[in-house]
């Protein structure tokens, strides 16, 4: 038994590792197809519109979830990060996704560490010294910890993923973060067919959002998203 779960952990090691050495080739950089930086530059723009919800300014931390794992948020979050460094501003990426780590242990307690004072304190302390801060966060349907982390960052961005999530669980995502008390800043929606779409998808939000939110990106082939 000993010698199978050792195998077990191997395998699920090798496998990280493919994952993450797949995502890299996936990351922003000088020969990243036009579409695709476009598209991030577009959604960087959006969000550097996006103001907090007192309306007092820009928002500065950033949020990023998903309805459901696999979605491909932790690269979005990723090339947000680095469309923003491309730009000349003093980034911050950071991982807050405590129960799929890649280069650590599971906490015992990942929703009361996101919880405490300490780490609003810090989210508050680093948004001083960076230009943008965004962090990657657990899918807000499965767990509550990109819930916690929504109601103290000043905006929070949900992924979609075209052809997998639902309306019904997006509708989820979104409550999630209103029950928080939140400030949605948007919607993406990733991994889409461009040369088989024939329509657009558009998300409507009524009541105090009013506008529609909504970007679009895609790579020509799949991968293995987190």
Same mark, same amino acid.
Do not use: H, W
């Given at each position: 038994r000993l010698?199978?779960? /050792? &195998?077990?952990?191997?395998?699920?090691?090798?496998?990280?590792?493919?994952?993450?050495?797949? =995502?890299?080739?996936?990351? %922003?950089?000088?020969?990243?197809?036009?579409?695709?930086?476009?598209?991030?530059? $577009? %959604?960087? &723009?959006?969000?550097?519109?996006?103001? &907090?919800?007192?309306?007092?300014?820009?928002?500065?931390?950033?949020?990023?979830?998903?309805? =459901?794992?696999?979605?491909?948020?932790? %690269?979005?979050?990723? =090339?947000?990060?680095?469309?923003?460094?491309? %730009?000349?501003? $003093?980034?911050?990426?950071?991982?807050?996704?405590? /129960?799929?780590?890649?280069?650590? &242990?599971?906490?015992? =307690?990942?929703?009361?560490?996101?919880?405490?004072d300490r780490m609003k304190t810090f989210v508050a302390e680093i948004a001083t010294r960076y230009d943008y801060v965004i962090i990657d966060t657990p899918p807000i349907n499965t767990v509550a910890d990109a819930q916690i982390l929504s109601a103290f960052v000043d905006g929070v961005l949900i992924v979609a993923k075209s052809g997998t999530t639902t309306s019904d669980e997006l509708r989820a995502a979104v409550d999630a973060v209103e029950r928080a008390e939140g400030n949605l800043c948007g919607v993406v929606l990733n991994d889409l067919n461009m040369k088989s779409m024939r329509y657009s998808y558009k998300y409507k939000y009524g009541g105090k959002y009013g506008d529609k939110y909504g970007y679009k990106y895609s790579y020509a082939d799949p991968y293995e998203r987190r």
């Open positions: 010698a199978m779960k /050792r &195998t077990t952990m191997r395998q699920n090691m090798k496998n990280k590792s493919e994952i993450i050495a797949s =995502n890299r080739k996936r990351l %922003l950089n000088n020969d990243t197809p036009f579409a695709i930086r476009e598209a991030y530059v $577009k %959604l960087r &723009t959006g969000l550097m519109f996006c103001m &907090t919800k007192d309306r007092d300014r820009a928002c500065k931390t950033i949020a990023v979830t998903s309805a =459901n794992p696999s979605e491909g948020k932790s %690269l979005t979050a990723a =090339n947000i990060a680095i469309s923003y460094a491309m %730009l000349g501003k $003093k980034t911050l990426l950071i991982d807050a996704d405590l /129960r799929k780590p890649t280069q650590r &242990t599971i906490p015992p =307690n990942p929703s009361e560490l996101l919880s405490s």
